[in-house]
């Protein structure tokens, strides 16, 4: 059966190709469902053979001179493309970007406490946008932020890489730490070989207690 009919139904996308009495070259030039080269054909006669075979006739290169068709299972076909595309996206890593702002006074009370949320968010696996705010003339002691920027990288060096290095950009300067690969715990494998009661214990050490969320982007 033909996927879509030009009788009815919902209108092809235009980022779709054209298939079946929706191609309006009058010739083009065949391919089989084998992928076989079968010639010239005009397209009416091009429709009866993929017709015979209950397959479509799917314009793959619109620009050719002539148009090249391939004979197909147009619905088979979308439906293996679709699973491929989901599968893709399934490997894909997604890497959040956190921000947290730092002002160049900053008390070490505020900067532990910010310092902890860097630490959270690096742990989860999401790189740090580490920002330091100037005001007015602070600008002039522009030093201060690119000490306290060099502090927290010491700071979190066991767990976190530089990705781009302190830089002045208006009256911000950036920096942008990237969590480093965790390497696999040694003894793991024994703990998911032990004995039933063993595990139990393990799952319950590892039970985060939810904490309370606390905002990152306050200036101060």
């Known amino acids: 059966m033909r996927a879509a009919d030009s009788g009815g139904g919902t209108p092809i996308s235009t980022t779709e190709p054209r298939i079946n009495e929706r191609i309006r070259a009058p010739r083009c030039r065949l391919i089989g469902a084998e992928g076989e080269q079968l010639g010239i054909f005009n397209v009416s006669d091009a429709l009866r053979v993929a017709d015979d075979q209950a397959l479509d006739l799917v314009e793959i290169a619109p ?7 391939r004979i197909m299972d147009y619905s088979k076909f979308k439906y293996e493309q679709a699973m491929k595309a989901k599968k893709a996206r399934k490997h894909q890593t997604t890497v959040q ?18 310092k902890r949320h860097v630490i959270r968010f690096l742990e989860s696996g999401a790189k740090v946008k580490v920002t330091i705010m100037f005001r007015g003339r602070e600008m002039v002691h522009a030093e201060r932020g690119l000490v306290i920027l060099e502090r927290l990288a010491e700071d979190v060096k066991d767990m976190s890489i530089v990705e781009s290095q302190p830089k002045l950009e208006g009256r911000n300067m950036l920096m942008l730490l990237a969590p480093v690969k965790k390497e696999p715990v040694k003894g793991e494998k024994a703990a998911v070989e032990a004995p039933d009661d063993a595990k139990t214990e393990v799952e319950a050490a590892d039970v985060e207690v939810p904490e309370t969320e606390v905002k990152t982007t306050d200036a101060e």
Do not use: L, S
């Open 63 to 69: 620009t050719a001179d002539p148009p090249v068709c």
């Open 97 to 114: 970007i956190k921000e947290i702002k730092f002002r160049p006074k900053i008390d070490k009370h505020d900067y532990e406490t910010k």
